[in-house]
């Protein structure tokens, strides 16, 4: 099957034309001096964002953080353009005809019996009609750079796991937990900032794998008590502020009541 690629939308090259005319000498002062790393960041941020809305369930929030993804993925293509490095349309020419190349059971006649036999096709083309190899740097393979640390933990320990390296049940990771925080308090106790940074580490990672072993997700998990802790910290300032006090006029055993407040209100009490 010949699938064909569709042509640009009429409103994909109006938020074109807005871009360029940003970037162009009548433009924004500010648009006309973004590089590709500024938006880069910015596009890591707008990332996070759309997952924020897709687990806030809202179509009208998830259709506004997808613009707001679509418009820095845009600002980058357009950026490579006037470097004559590629086009939009370049872009979506390659990636489409890479999707279609990669789902011969889609587009052509390749048959395949479950997901298992798709995902090693997909690899097997990835590594041999493309020429890139499916995992670098061995066996546990190569992330990006940008990757928050945490994910990149739980998907190294997941990968290890697969060939057996890993505990047979949970108390054992709480062991090793329980062993890296003796270490940690040695470190503190002991003053040298490298120790205490590398055993600090080796605890987090340790808790990664408790995460993956227990199937939780670490940087979502952390994500939310951060979350949280925003929120209850916001119930402080909120409630001073109301009382025209500041927090650095309070008290740290005011501050601690009406965080025991906060929770009360959530009918939490940890």
Not at 47 to 76: P, R, S, T, Y
Not at 112 to 119: L, Y
Request: net charge negative; charged share 35%; with cysteine.
């Amino acid at each position: 099957m010949n699938a064909k690629i569709p042509p640009l939308s009429g409103e994909i090259t109006d938020l074109l034309t807005i871009i360029r005319t940003l970037r162009g000498p009548e433009g924004c002062l500010w648009d006309r001096k973004q590089a590709k790393e500024d938006i880069g960041r910015y596009l890591i941020e707008e990332a996070w964002e759309v997952i924020d809305a897709v687990n806030g369930g809202k179509a009208d929030h998830l259709k506004e953080e997808l613009g707001d993804l679509l418009f820095q993925i845009l600002f980058l293509t357009v950026l490579s353009e006037e470097r004559d490095e590629f086009t939009l349309s370049d872009l979506i020419t390659a990636v489409s005809e890479k999707m279609i190349r990669r789902h011969p059971h889609v587009f052509d006649d390749t048959a395949v019996k479950d997901v298992e036999e798709i995902k090693n096709n997909w690899a097997y083309i990835k590594e041999h009609v493309e020429k890139k190899p499916v995992r670098k740097e061995g066996y546990l393979g190569k992330y990006p750079l940008s990757m928050p640390a945490l994910a990149k933990a739980q998907k190294i320990s997941d990968r290890a796991a697969r060939v057996g390296f890993d505990w047979e049940t949970a108390s054992g990771v709480l062991e090793k937990i329980d062993e890296e925080i003796k270490e940690m308090k040695e470190a503190v106790d002991g003053g040298e900032k490298e120790c205490i940074e590398e055993e600090i580490g080796d605890l987090l990672f340790s808790i990664v794998n408790l995460c993956r072993f227990t199937g939780i997700d670490a940087e979502q998990s952390l994500r939310k008590t951060t979350n949280k802790f925003e929120r209850r910290f916001g119930y402080i300032e909120k409630t001073l502020a109301n009382r025209h006090e500041t927090l650095l006029e309070t008290s740290p055993e005011e501050m601690n009541r009406l965080w025991n407040e906060a929770k009360e209100k959530e009918g939490k009490t940890e």
